[in-house]
């Protein structure tokens, strides 16, 4: 497809347009840049560019949808040829995605082990630029009652307070929780002050019978679960 790299998709060939692709063969067939070419839609009149050229200079910079769900609407505008439309509409869709992985445990599945919340909020979690602290609201049968976002930063005791825990568990009569937040650096090892958020919420839990059933940790490719490695 390089000899119409320039030129505008409307004047190539049929077959080799990826929106027609896509309808005749399905997506599986297409490059990532022709995928984020069809959400683009258009191209940029003064550069020249039509919307796969600029598809691939958004992966030429960013690299995968990985870092490109990553970016701040800003930091796509920064693209020539991506204004805020044409990047409101890329994160749209990447959103989509991380909500479709998200119900592939729903909240009227029991969740029976770590890798269950992992699948479930991996998706929002991972890629962030901050840490974000989740707690999971449970019913008797472990079925998901809510998640609340308790802070967004740096997780530590002054943020994290076991009250900010328990109170909306508390509200929503919940049998038990699970703290999940994600590690910006990309791996998922405790810290010391998640090693002493966990000692402190299993410790409030037992005092006011709601059982913290795991602090899990998101990283980039892998997750750590305390339950798992038996310090809950």
């Not at 049929?14 to 995928?35: T, Y």
């Not at 550069?47 to 490109?68: E, M, P, Q, T």
């Not at 969740?111 to 991996?122: H, N, P, T, W, Y």
């Not at 630029?129 to 005791?157: F, R, W, Y």
Request: charged fraction near 25%.
């Amino acid at each position: 497809m390089d000899k119409y790299k320039t030129s505008s998709i409307k004047n190539w060939p049929k077959e080799e347009r990826p929106r027609e692709r896509l309808i005749k063969f399905g997506p599986d067939i297409l490059s990532d840049a022709q995928l984020l070419g069809i959400l683009i839609g258009s191209g940029d009149h003064k550069s020249h560019k039509n919307a796969i050229d600029l598809s691939r200079d958004l992966l030429k910079v960013f690299g995968n949808f990985h870092k490109l769900d990553s970016a701040s609407i800003g930091e796509l505008n920064k693209i020539r040829g991506i204004g805020p439309a044409k990047a409101a509409q890329i994160k749209a869709a990447l959103e989509v995605g991380k909500r479709m992985a998200s119900q592939l445990s729903g909240t009227n599945i029991a969740m029976r082990c770590s890798q269950d919340f992992a699948l479930r909020f991996e998706p929002f979690l991972r890629n962030l630029k901050k840490e974000v602290v989740k707690v999971v609201l449970l019913n008797p049968k472990l079925k998901i009652i809510k998640d609340i976002t308790i802070s967004k930063g740096s997780l530590n005791a002054s943020i994290v307070h076991p009250r900010e825990v328990m109170i909306p568990a508390i509200k929503e009569s919940a049998a038990s929780i699970v703290l999940i937040h994600n590690h910006p650096s990309g791996d998922p090892t405790p810290s010391q002050a998640d090693v002493e958020i966990t000692h402190r919420l299993t410790k409030t839990g037992e005092i006011i019978g709601i059982k913290l059933v795991d602090h899990i940790i998101i990283g980039d490719k892998e997750y750590y679960s305390f339950a798992d490695e038996g310090l809950i």
